[in-house]
């Protein structure tokens, strides 16, 4: 595809749900990031792969969270037993170089938690 | 830890009335400073990068520049087409994530 493709757009959960994010990245891409962005805030870092090998997981918020790329391409967020306060949007990023500095961003997924 | 601080938090121009935007950072090692857009319900778009103090670039209306201690973002003669919310970011040390600001909301009116 010409860009990074995220789906679904908008998710619902009830609270306690478990929810499973996915992540089609620029072909060739190496480097992969997630990021968590409220509503009126800038984007804030989740965890961030280097083809299949998740280098930095510093930013996930608690271990509900967990992220693969297992293949190198595609990625999944997945988070378990849902809380209100991870309802934001949840922003993928691809960049072709390892460093990752001109990131691609997906349109992202709503996340809402009833 | 790194902070970056945008300022203001809004900004209302009228098509045509030059301003400058402010990105004020405090990182250990800076590698590179971003500035992205992004419009409602979008990801950011990618504009700039810079790399050292005084350095500067420019595309259409915007131009960044950069010293040791902020980034500006200067709009000359916006247009309604440049609304949008600009975010600044840094990359420091051998981190490899960006650290954005919260961003200043731009709209410029007819």
Same mark, same amino acid.
């Given at each position: 595809?010409?860009?990074?493709?995220?789906?679904?757009?908008?998710?619902?959960?009830?609270?306690?749900?478990?929810?499973?994010?996915?992540?089609?990245?620029?072909?060739?891409?190496?480097?992969?990031?997630?990021?968590?962005?409220?509503?009126?805030?800038?984007?804030?870092? #989740?965890?961030?792969?280097?083809? /299949?090998?998740?280098?930095? %997981?510093?930013?996930?918020? =608690?271990?509900?969270?967990?992220?693969?790329?297992?293949?190198?391409?595609?990625?999944?967020?997945?988070?378990?037993?849902?809380?209100?306060?991870?309802?934001?949007?949840? #922003?993928?990023?691809?960049?072709? /170089?390892?460093?990752?500095? %001109?990131?691609?961003?997906? =349109?992202?997924?709503?996340?809402?938690?009833? | 830890?790194?902070?970056?601080?945008?300022?203001?938090?809004?900004?209302?121009?009228?098509?045509?009335?030059?301003?400058?935007?402010?990105?004020?950072?405090?990182?250990?090692?800076?590698?590179?400073?971003?500035?992205?857009?992004?419009?409602?319900?979008?990801?950011?778009?990618?504009?700039?990068?810079?790399?050292?103090?005084?350095?500067?670039?420019?595309?259409?209306?915007?131009?960044?520049?950069?010293?040791?201690?902020?980034?500006?973002?200067?709009?000359?003669?916006?247009?309604?087409?440049?609304?949008?919310?600009?975010?600044?970011?840094?990359?420091?040390?051998?981190?490899?994530?960006?650290?954005?600001?919260?961003?200043?909301?731009?709209?410029?009116?007819?």
């Amino acid at each position: 595809g010409a860009g990074v493709s995220q789906s679904p757009r908008y998710k619902v959960a009830k609270r306690g749900q478990d929810v499973a994010l996915r992540c089609d990245p620029i072909s060739g891409h190496v480097s992969l990031f997630w990021y968590q962005q409220a509503l009126g805030q800038g984007p804030e870092f #989740l965890t961030y792969f280097q083809n /299949e090998a998740q280098l930095d %997981k510093s930013g996930l918020p =608690s271990d509900r969270f967990f992220a693969e790329r297992p293949e190198g391409s595609v990625s999944t967020l997945k988070i378990q037993r849902t809380q209100q306060e991870d309802s934001a949007v949840y #922003l993928c990023a691809s960049s072709l /170089e390892v460093v990752g500095e %001109k990131l691609f961003f997906g =349109s992202g997924t709503q996340l809402s938690v009833l | 830890e790194d902070q970056v601080t945008q300022s203001p938090e809004a900004l209302r121009l009228q098509e045509g009335e030059s301003s400058s935007l402010n990105c004020s950072y405090t990182v250990s090692g800076l590698r590179g400073l971003f500035w992205y857009r992004q419009d409602p319900g979008k990801g950011p778009e990618f504009l700039f990068t810079l790399y050292s103090a005084g350095e500067e670039k420019e595309k259409e209306r915007l131009k960044a520049t950069l010293t040791k201690k902020e980034s500006f973002l200067h709009i000359t003669a916006p247009k309604p087409e440049d609304s949008a919310t600009y975010l600044c970011a840094v990359q420091a040390g051998t981190a490899s994530k960006l650290t954005f600001g919260t961003g200043t909301r731009l709209q410029v009116t007819l």
